[in-house]
């Protein structure tokens, strides 16, 4: 491996930079978007108890918004109706705030990670392009004479070139993938957000028309 590093020349190094950024971009994202760590199961039930034994409080908010994206939207939920009362189309703006800030956060970084899906190829040709004009350079110098005087060192000059576009494709491939990957788990997740925050707010107005009544 080292000796194709040394082969594919100075222009590999960026590739090889890329490849670390990437790969650590998709540790970290698969480590936060995962279902169980976004919607636990069990919280909304935990949040709707809260409610129902008049334990909502300014602690228990934030240790609710603590439990991840879902908590911080049930936890918006809980205050505007505790705080705010009225109906619930009061607390829709509220509540909205906290389902952007979540998708913002469910996102991030794939911006990052889809820009070096694109840019590791054009990283690669670079390299390849400069490899090329160095090799043409040294044969015409070094013989004076055509280039296909030696066909073996010629071959080989290019397939040392090639190497970055080689690795490039190594990067690019995995990173477009993961990229796909994680943007339509991302959406999937906000839209699960929504549909469990709909639901969580419709039954807390349900419950303070039931207790007005």
């Given at each position: 491996?080292?000796?194709?590093?040394?082969?594919a020349?100075?222009?590999i190094?960026?590739?090889?930079?890329?490849?670390?950024?990437?790969?650590?971009?998709?540790?970290e994202?698969?480590?936060?978007?995962?279902?169980?760590?976004v919607?636990?199961a069990?919280?909304?039930?935990?949040?709707w108890?809260?409610?129902?034994?008049?334990?909502?409080?300014?602690?228990?908010?934030e240790?609710?918004?603590?439990?991840?994206?879902?908590?911080?939207?049930?936890?918006?939920a809980?205050?505007?109706?505790?705080?705010?009362?009225?109906?619930?189309?009061?607390?829709?703006?509220?509540?909205?705030?906290?389902?952007?800030?979540?998708?913002?956060?469910?996102?991030?970084?794939?911006?990052?990670?889809?820009?070096?899906a694109?840019?590791?190829?054009?990283?690669?040709?670079?390299?390849?392009?400069?490899?090329?004009?160095?090799?043409?350079?040294?044969?015409?110098?070094s013989?004076?004479?055509?280039?296909?005087?030696?066909?073996?060192?010629?071959?080989?000059?290019?397939?040392?070139a090639?190497?970055?576009?080689?690795?490039?494709?190594?990067?690019?491939?995995?990173?477009?993938?993961?990229?796909?990957?994680?943007?339509?788990?991302?959406?999937?997740?906000?839209l699960?957000?929504?549909?469990?925050?709909?639901?969580?707010?419709?039954?807390?107005?349900?419950s303070?028309?039931?207790?007005?009544?």
């Amino acid at each position: 491996m080292w000796g194709i590093i040394q082969a594919a020349g100075w222009p590999i190094w960026p590739l090889i930079v890329s490849s670390v950024v990437a790969l650590a971009l998709i540790v970290e994202r698969a480590s936060v978007l995962r279902w169980s760590a976004v919607l636990p199961a069990s919280l909304r039930d935990e949040a709707w108890a809260l409610w129902r034994h008049g334990k909502v409080s300014t602690d228990s908010l934030e240790q609710l918004a603590r439990r991840g994206p879902l908590g911080v939207v049930l936890a918006a939920a809980l205050r505007e109706a505790t705080q705010r009362g009225g109906d619930s189309a009061q607390w829709q703006p509220a509540i909205e705030d906290a389902g952007r800030a979540v998708s913002a956060q469910l996102h991030q970084r794939l911006t990052g990670l889809a820009t070096l899906a694109s840019l590791a190829p054009l990283l690669g040709l670079l390299g390849t392009v400069i490899g090329m004009i160095e090799i043409f350079a040294a044969q015409s110098l070094s013989t004076g004479a055509a280039m296909t005087d030696n066909p073996v060192a010629l071959a080989h000059g290019i397939s040392t070139a090639l190497y970055n576009t080689a690795f490039g494709l190594m990067v690019a491939v995995p990173s477009l993938i993961a990229w796909r990957a994680f943007q339509s788990r991302a959406d999937a997740m906000v839209l699960a957000l929504e549909l469990e925050a709909g639901h969580f707010t419709r039954r807390l107005a349900q419950s303070r028309r039931e207790g007005n009544g």
